[in-house]
Structure formats: C-alpha cells, structure tokens
C-alpha cells in the first residue's frame, strides 16, 4: 500500500497544487480529513485544501510545490518539500513585493483505502514571512541599545 499512496501523492502535488485540477481534491482528500499547518487548523475536508491552495497562489500565482524527499510504511506517508514562487498578490496583509521566494516544509498524511484521512502540514511560514519583508530577518533586527 506504500508505494500506491506515494503515487497518490504525487499526482495530488501534480495536478491539484500545481497545475490546479481542483476536482483532484474530491478525489483524494476524504471528506472529514482535517488539514493542519503547524498548530493552525485550516479546516476539513478537499474545501480546505481548495482554499489553502487559493490563499497560497493568491498571493504567489507561479507556486510550485517540489516533492524532495518521500518516505511511506503502511498507510502513513511523510514527505520533504520545497516550494517556490513570485510574491505577485496579496498574502497575510502584505502587498506584492515581487520577491522571488523558496522555502521548506514537511508534511504527514494517514491514508485509509487510497484516501488521505489526516494531513499535518509544517512550513516554513517564518522564512517565508521574512523573504517577503512582513517578519524582520534576524541579520536585520536592529541591536538592543544599552542600559
């Protein structure tokens, strides 16, 4: 069953997030499976995955979700991705920078039947923030004046 959800994965990155055959999700996702990224919950079932993926490409149209790294034991998958894209929209209140951006993230899924019964997402939203200038990057936070 391993190597039938990794295939079921790749296509979901594949079609719905990158190439975005939204009917993709239906077919995948089951329809209590809850979508977490980090401690955020971003809803349930193939809606949420339809709306993170508006809210993601809202804000960066050319997105494209790269699977590095993919390992599976019986109905549960982890993965290794990185994402890339151009800062064109909107995204989380900050207006388009055009900054071209590349982070990491890592994700979970338990499968059931082909299924995915449960995604827990974990991206670099913090790197992602700092590239396009909403979160101070560390070597530009100014030094604490002394006392």
Not at 37 to 49: I, K, L, N, R, V
Not at 139 to 144: D, G, L, S, V, Y
């Amino acid at each position: 069953m391993s190597e039938e959800n990794k295939a079921v994965l790749r296509r979901f990155y594949d079609e719905f997030f990158n190439s975005g055959n939204l009917d993709v999700a239906d077919e995948i996702i089951g329809p209590d499976c809850p979508l977490y990224f980090g401690s955020m919950f971003m809803g349930t079932g193939p809606e949420a995955f339809k709306q993170t993926r508006a809210m993601m490409h809202g804000g960066f149209p050319d997105l494209h979700l790269t699977i590095e790294e993919m390992v599976a034991e019986g109905e549960k998958v982890a993965e290794r991705l990185s994402a890339r894209g151009t800062h064109e929209g909107e995204f989380m209140g900050v207006a388009p920078t055009g900054k071209r951006i590349e982070w990491q993230g890592q994700a979970f899924f338990h499968f059931s039947e082909g299924k995915v019964l449960e995604c827990r997402g974990m991206p670099d939203m913090l790197g992602l923030l700092q590239q396009i200038g909403a979160v101070p990057a560390p070597e530009q936070t100014e030094e604490a004046s002394p006392t």
